[in-house]
Every structure is written in structure tokens, then in C-alpha cells.
């Protein structure tokens, strides 16, 4: 009577603490996934903004940097030379802003070269966009 006692003990808490591990996860995921869509409406602000002809994006690749910030790759109008890195970090929020790096091929694709890029942040204050709308917190733990 006691071994079973001990073995429906240990089902019990094998079977609470896998229930807590999998609610956690999925809360997680849920929030990260909620962050990576907001940080790409500010990419395709950013876009829209200062490329000629935009048309779309492709997120290929989500990412935790070394030094705690988040990364995004990816690449516009369905072709894949036209590709970009964004990094969100601590100073802007974890929020897109001005850090992207992006190839040779999109440098061209941009309005004007000798004028300054519009970045998130300017856009939503001069179109007078609701900033709640493209403002989101990574989530604790930003596994992928």
C-alpha cells in the first residue's frame, strides 16, 4: 500500500510540474511571437517609408544577441539579395528604431541617398500613429 502511495505521488508531481512547464511555454511563445510581429510592423514602417516600389517582407530568421538585444533578418519584395538585419537592444526600448544593416542591393532601393533614412519612431510621431500600436516587450526568455 505505501509503494503505491509513493509511485501516485510521483505521477502527481510529474504530471504538475509538466503541466507548468508547458503553460509557461506556451505563454512564453505567445509574447515572443506578439514581439516579433510588432518589431516587423516597425520594419515595414521603416520600408514603406524609404524604399521605392515596397511591396513586402519576409522574416526569415529571429534571434538573442551576445550582448542581450534581439535580431531579425530577413528580406523585402520576394527577393532574397534584397536582405536586411535589424537589432533591437536596451537603449531604444527593444524596439526597431535606427539599427539595421541590409545589403548592397537594397542600399540602392532606398528614396534618396544623400538624405537622412525616416526611422520608426520619427514616422509614428510625425503621422501621429497610435505608439501602442508598435511597442511590444520581449518576452523573459527569448528561445528559439
Do not use: C, W
Amino acid at each position: 500500500m505505501n509503494k503505491n502511495k509513493i509511485i501516485l505521488t510521483t505521477t502527481s508531481i510529474i504530471i504538475i510540474i509538466s503541466i507548468i512547464i508547458g503553460g509557461g511555454y506556451m505563454l512564453n511563445e505567445s509574447k515572443r511571437q506578439h514581439y516579433v510581429d510588432i518589431q516587423k510592423k516597425r520594419i515595414e514602417l521603416f520600408f514603406k517609408e524609404n524604399i521605392n516600389n515596397y511591396q513586402n517582407i519576409k522574416i526569415t530568421e529571429t534571434g538573442k544577441t551576445p550582448m542581450g538585444g534581439y535580431t531579425i533578418r530577413g528580406y523585402i519584395n520576394n527577393n532574397k539579395e534584397l536582405d536586411f538585419i535589424a537589432t533591437m537592444n536596451g537603449e531604444n526600448g527593444f524596439q526597431f528604431d535606427d539599427e539595421i544593416n541590409y545589403s548592397k542591393a537594397l542600399s540602392h532601393a532606398f528614396n534618396t541617398k544623400n538624405a537622412s533614412n525616416k526611422f520608426p519612431s520619427q514616422i509614428i510621431k510625425e503621422k501621429k500613429l497610435n505608439k501602442d500600436d508598435f511597442e511590444a516587450d520581449p518576452p523573459f526568455i527569448f528561445g528559439f
